[in-house]
T-cell receptor
Framework: DAKTTQPNSMESNEEEPVHLPCNHS???????IHWYRQLPSQGPEYVIH???SNVNNRMASLAIAEDRKSSTLILHRATLRDAAVYYC??????????FGKGTKLSVIP | NAGVTQTPKFRVLKTGQSMTLLCAQD?????MYWYRQDPGMGLRLIHY???????AKGEVPDGYNVSRLKKQNFLLGLESAAPSQTSVYFC?????????????FGPGTRLTVT
């Protein structure tokens, strides 16, 4: 699996956009990039995934660099409910999701 | 739909006792997984199943056994609990190999072994 680098923590003001970065420079050509989040005392929750093109869904947008060595999860308007640990997981097309330590997002009212 | 449910939510065991954690999903998913999460750490895969009657080892399988007798259920057993197995256990499921990275998780079981 590709190694990932994410900031340990980030802060955002409520109702402002948030850009969560992830570096995955060793990603292979067929690896998808999945993002999950884990709210306090809950199980992880699937957010979005992509391969090469940018992707949007009701929760977030995923911007993938042209060389695929990095990606950015975009929350368009952060809410208090978005405070969570966000995990970037490249190579999650097989059975095992390799969770690192992720980025802890704090949302300030 | 209930999604993925786990029973029990909390449990305290003494060293050497045994127990079974039950995971159930109502999404007709083929694949099911058991993970553990230790404080401040990411999740680690214990065992997984790619279909009814099949199981396979994940990253940290020692001390655990699993069974998948019915498609909707995946059981995790601890035959002789040890303090090192104190953790939060999460079950997950996914459709198939094409969407194996899109997993749906249960709420977790918090297990303490004293």
């Amino acid at each position: 699996d590709a190694k990932t680098t994410q900031p340990n923590s980030m802060e955002s003001n409520e109702e402002e956009p948030v850009h969560l970065p992830c570096n995955h420079s060793t990603i292979s050509g067929t690896d998808y990039i999945h993002w999950y989040r884990q709210l306090p005392s809950q199980g992880p929750e699937y957010v979005i995934h992509g391969l090469t093109s940018n992707v949007n869904n009701r929760m977030a947008s995923l911007a993938i660099a042209e060389d695929r060595k990095s990606s950015t999860l975009i929350l368009h308007r952060a809410t208090l409910r978005d405070a969570a640990v966000y995990y970037c997981i490249p190579g999650a097309g097989s059975y095992q999701l390799t969770f690192g330590k992720g980025t802890k997002l704090s949302v300030i009212p | 739909n209930a999604g993925v449910t786990q029973t029990p939510k909390f449990r305290v065991l003494k060293t050497g006792q045994s127990m079974t954690l039950l995971c159930a999903q109502d999404m007709n998913h083929e694949y099911m997984y058991w993970y553990r999460q230790d404080p401040g750490m990411g999740l680690r895969l214990i065992h997984y199943s790619v279909g009814e009657g099949t199981t396979a080892k994940g990253e940290v399988p020692d001390g655990y056994n699993v069974s998948r007798l019915k498609k909707q259920n995946f059981l995790l057993g601890l035959e002789s609990a040890a303090p090192s197995q104190t953790s939060v256990y999460f079950c997950a499921s996914s459709y198939s190999v094409i969407r194996a990275g899109e997993q749906y998780f249960g709420p977790g079981t918090r297990l303490t072994v004293t």
